[in-house]
């Protein structure tokens, strides 16, 4: 039997004064800090899937928490402390309007608009003659605006800083925030038999200190190969092997969907949701390299409404 999932929350906490609801994560704002919980709704091709996957939301929580408190020494992060498996608390912070994405290895995105031929992405050069998933010389960050809707739009450190949306001088210091970050987590990675790809950074300010903030080092927010046989798959031109949540993509896939128009969402049966809980189960498990300990989900919504008020009184 599947242990309950967190769907979603609608809670009236003491002294909220506002709720945001994304695709994962309801954020409550309660006077100068954020509750950030993490639900057990998973999204794929930009569409919340129709059942919750039990555990993710700790899953991600935990692992976000993991690095935060692993990277306090390169910045500061707006995390204070997690009264729940599925909660953060911390502080609320202005956030800069722009992602910064920092990649490790020719991938993805910047694959595809390699192969198109293109040899800069977001201003900055990329070498001739690279294959899909080599390492560039050195990281680049090839950052993107934030978008209300739709899609995040790639965008140059010169046009951010003319057009006024990060000052020159917070920029830099977001730039060197980005590169320390993505060098500690390529260490972490590294130590646990992993490559670190790409993955992307938020910052925010309050009382004029810049802070990191949302979640780091997750497979939401990040991409991860396996180092164990990267070289030879290189060399001979293969797929490499990864750690994401690109199966659930793949399963859509195989079952007709791509989130287009006139497309139906496939059913989940029981046995695919429990298989993806343990898929994210291993990837805590991999990722931190600590063994996971599922959380008791008998009355979930009260556990956790209850450890939150619990935290703020």
């Not at 100068?32 to 569409?47: K, N, T």
């Not at 929580?61 to 390169?74: K, Y």
């Not at 180092?227 to 199966?247: N, V």
């Amino acid at each position: 039997m599947l242990a309950q999932a967190l769907e979603g929350t609608d809670f009236t906490l003491p002294g909220q004064t506002a709720v945001y609801k994304g695709k994962v994560r309801d954020v409550y704002t309660i006077d100068d800090q954020l509750v950030m919980v993490a639900s057990d709704r998973i999204s794929a091709f930009d569409h919340i899937l129709p059942r919750a996957i039990p555990f993710k939301g700790q899953v991600l929580n935990q692992v976000a928490i993991h690095f935060l408190e692993a990277t306090r020494d390169i910045c500061p992060n707006w995390l204070h402390h997690s009264p729940d498996p599925n909660v953060a608390v911390g502080h609320a912070c202005e956030p800069y309007k722009v992602e910064m994405v920092i990649r490790g290895y020719l991938v993805g995105h910047a694959w595809r608009e390699y192969r198109a031929g293109k040899r800069m992405l977001c201003g900055v050069p990329m070498p001739d003659g690279m294959v899909e998933n080599q390492a560039f010389p050195s990281p680049i960050i090839t950052p993107a605006t934030k978008a209300e809707e739709g899609h995040d739009e790639d965008i140059s450190r010169e046009e951010i800083i003319a057009q006024g949306i990060v000052s020159e001088e917070d920029y830099v210091q977001l730039e060197q925030y980005t590169r320390a970050l993505f060098q500690r987590g390529t260490e972490m990675a590294a130590a646990q038999g992993l490559i670190l790809v790409d993955t992307k950074y938020e910052f925010g300010k309050k009382d004029g200190t810049i802070y990191l903030i949302d979640e780091i080092h997750t497979p939401d927010s990040s991409r991860y190969f396996y180092a164990d046989g990267y070289q030879e798959r290189l060399a001979q031109g293969e797929k490499q092997k990864h750690l994401s949540k690109e199966f659930v993509r793949e399963w859509l896939i195989a079952n007709g969907f791509q989130g287009l128009d006139g497309q139906t969402m496939p059913e989940m049966p029981d046995s695919f949701v429990e298989k993806v809980s343990n898929r994210y189960i291993e990837l805590y498990e991999q990722v931190t390299g600590k063994a996971f300990v599922k959380a008791e989900t008998t009355n979930l919504l009260e556990r956790v409404e209850q450890n939150i008020i619990s935290a703020l009184s």
